[in-house]
Nanobody, 124 residues
Framework: QVQLVESGGDLVQPGGSLRLSCVAS????????MGWFRQAPGKEREGVAS????????YYADSVQGRFTMSRDIYRDTVYLQMNSLKPEDTAVYYC?????????????????WGQGTQVTVSS
């Protein structure tokens, strides 16, 4: 049974940093791509970052390029999203997901399994 559990969301001031974690079970990160997505109130879910099954390819949304970094620890079955220089427009519920295929993608429709989400609020 595939399960994804996110953590690390919090209230942070603009310019601050957070690290989100997502623990995976029921499948192996070595064979499957992972993605981070976010959804703000009244907006569609959007892809933030994705990493391929071999860890060699990562994609980032233009809005977070240079500020966010996705990584993974295959021995802990965990993926991370390091978020720096946070802005109020980064406020959203953040989700991790897997598409059970090797290729990375930022398209939410390609993902099969989702976590419950963790709230990130950037505000002074």
């Amino acid at each position: 049974q595939v399960q994804l559990v996110e953590s690390g969301g919090d209230l942070v001031q603009p310019g601050g940093s957070l690290r989100l974690s997502c623990v995976a079970s029921g499948f192996t990160l070595r064979l499957n791509a992972m993605g981070w997505f976010r959804q703000a109130p009244g907006k569609e879910r959007e892809g933030v970052a994705s990493i391929s099954s071999d860890g060699r390819t990562t994609y980032y949304a233009d809005s977070v390029q240079g500020r966010f970094t996705m990584s993974r620890d295959i021995y802990r079955d965990t993926v991370y999203l390091q978020m720096n220089s946070l802005k109020p427009e980064d406020t959203a519920v953040y989700y991790c997901a897997t598409e059970l295929v090797p290729q990375a993608s930022l398209a939410p429709d390609e993902y099969d399994y989702w976590g419950q989400g963790t709230q990130v609020t950037v505000s002074s």
